[in-house]
């Protein structure tokens, strides 16, 4: 993440944070200090995607919890093929590992018992991963 999104161009006079800002002023906005900001976010440096559960925003589209990526006419240009590489990046996990549960968690422990849209699980998941392929085939070049 970049510390400091393009300038802007204010279109008309407007207030905020309680400055007046004149039309036609280059705005630069601090994203790396609003992302880390304690007032607006609850343990901002930690990673907790759960937070936007429920909370309606949308990664495509007008909302200024995602403005690491922009957002509007400003949103980043490779935000579809970003979004697009992580299906293929979790689709090749799986398909190069062979998943079980870890040896103390019976299948029969695996609660889906609380009701909704997305069946949230009761116990969070935990998986182990077992290579299917050769080594030599998960290095590198």
């Not at 007046?20 to 607006?40: E, H, Y």
């Not at 240009?77 to 190069?96: A, F, G, S, T, Y």
Request: aromatic share 8%.
């Amino acid at each position: 993440m970049v510390p400091l999104l393009t300038p802007c161009l204010s279109r008309g006079a407007t207030h905020e944070g309680g400055h007046i800002i004149p039309a036609s002023t280059r705005v630069l906005v601090n994203a790396w200090a609003i992302c880390r900001d304690l007032t607006s976010w609850e343990a901002p440096a930690e990673f907790k995607p759960e937070r936007f559960l429920g909370s309606g925003v949308d990664v495509k589209g007008h909302d200024f919890e995602l403005l690491p990526s922009g957002s509007g006419r400003w949103m980043c240009p490779d935000l579809l093929l970003r979004l697009r590489m992580v299906q293929v990046i979790l689709v090749n996990v799986l398909h190069r590992f062979a998943w079980r549960h870890p040896d103390e968690v019976a299948s029969e422990e695996l609660s889906m018992e609380k009701f909704g849209l997305t069946m949230p699980r009761m116990v969070p998941l935990e998986a182990v991963a077992e290579p299917l392929l050769r080594d030599h085939l998960y290095s590198g070049p």
